[in-house]
């Protein structure tokens, strides 16, 4: 069986492309699947650190490409989990050091050995971007429930479709329950209208998140209680391995000025 | 009565907000047409169709509508002379 390629994407910068990358790999791992997950953001290497493997990087992606090493010698093997493994950035170079067909080789040689490769974008719609996703089977675009990332998002999604990796589908990161419920915030519901495409996830805003980056610890390895987006990711993780896995209720509990609220606007 | 309509969520919410700022941005992106371009189309059309007979210049709407990703230009152009009724 071949690998299918999956590549987390989302246009705009720190709407939490590499945290849901690594958080996927190693769910997907957890699921007892072989997968590589690669970083795709040269010159600013970061799921490295987020997946806690960065002392032990020899080789990067422009030394496969560049041919100084083999690609076995740069995949690092995540000793904490049974077959997952991380192809860093190179740090000092640029996005011109790689191609779009570098990136087609590259992942045809590891498909026969793979599960699920996993590649973490740039941000951006250059290059970068075009290297991440010439490879890809399935495009997964990362947004928030924030006007300049949902404006982005929809410009990813004309990109993927002019490039026919389309429709891709899309996870909606760091959602507040409190906020949405007081109209404070855009709804998942409000962006899928404005986006038009399949929502795989809704990921809660989680301070764990946090936590488990300074500890270079992906949050769905902490244990499998207590932490609800760590929660949401495996269910991500589900859903790309083919099961039907319900979105979580998120919704906050009404409370008597909101169903007040709700009836006065005739939403009753 | 701000205090009540507030305190019933009559106002809009930001959230609502930000919905319809984002249609509203989106449609133009999509369809590569800066809303500033719009108001120079507007002048064109004023311009054109005043050749030939009576515009209400105050009340033209040049507006961008999508349905499924489909773009379409709409513009309203009342006349001065139909407004008189019959004439003569």
Redesign the interface.
């Known amino acids: 069986m071949s690998a299918q390629v999956l590549t987390v994407t989302s246009g705009k910068g720190g709407v939490g492309k590499t945290t849901v990358t690594a958080n996927l790999a190693t769910a997907l791992a957890m699921l007892g699947k072989r997968v590589t997950a690669i970083d795709a953001d040269i010159g600013l290497r970061n799921l490295d650190v987020v997946m806690g493997l960065e002392n032990r990087i020899v080789y990067d992606l422009v030394d496969i490409v560049e041919g100084r090493c083999r690609l076995r010698q740069a995949m690092i093997k995540d000793k904490r989990q049974p077959e997952l493994y991380l192809i860093p950035a190179a740090q000092t170079r640029d996005k011109t050091a790689v191609s779009p067909s570098d990136m087609v080789l590259l992942c045809d040689q590891l498909r026969q050995e793979m599960d699920y490769i996993v590649i973490d974008s740039p941000a951006g719609i250059e290059r970068g971007f075009r290297n991440a996703v010439a490879p890809a089977d399935k495009v997964l675009i990362v947004t928030n429930p924030?006007?300049s990332a949902?404006?982005d998002a929809?410009?990813i999604i004309?990109l993927i479709e002019a490039e026919e990796k389309g429709p891709g589908q899309l996870i909606v990161n760091r959602v507040k329950p409190q906020?949405?419920s007081?109209?404070?915030?855009?709804?998942v519901d409000?962006v899928l209208?404005?986006l038009?495409v399949e929502l795989l996830g809704v990921i809660p805003e989680d301070e764990r998140i946090l936590v488990a980056s300074n500890q270079g610890l992906p949050l769905v390895m902490h244990g499998l209680n207590g932490s609800s987006a760590g929660e949401a990711f495996r269910h991500v993780a589900r859903r790309l391995d083919g099961e039907s896995v319900p979105f979580m209720d998120l919704s906050v509990k009404p409370t008597f000025?909101s169903r007040?609220?709700?009836f006065?606007?005739g939403q009753n | 009565m701000s205090w009540l309509n507030r305190l019933l969520g009559k106002n809009e919410t930001s959230g609502q907000i930000a919905k319809q700022r984002l249609q509203m941005v989106l449609t133009h992106d999509r369809a590569d047409l800066p809303p500033g371009l719009l108001e120079q189309i507007k002048d064109d059309i004023i311009e054109v169709i005043a050749r030939h007979t009576a515009v209400d210049t105050v009340n033209v709407a040049v507006h961008l509508e999508q349905n499924a990703r489909e773009n379409r230009l709409i513009a309203e152009v009342p006349l001065l002379a139909a407004r008189r009724g019959t004439r003569g």
Do not use: P
């Open positions: 924030e006007v949902v404006r929809d410009r004309g906020m949405v007081r109209g404070d915030m855009l709804s409000d209208d404005i038009a000025m007040l609220r709700a006065m606007n």
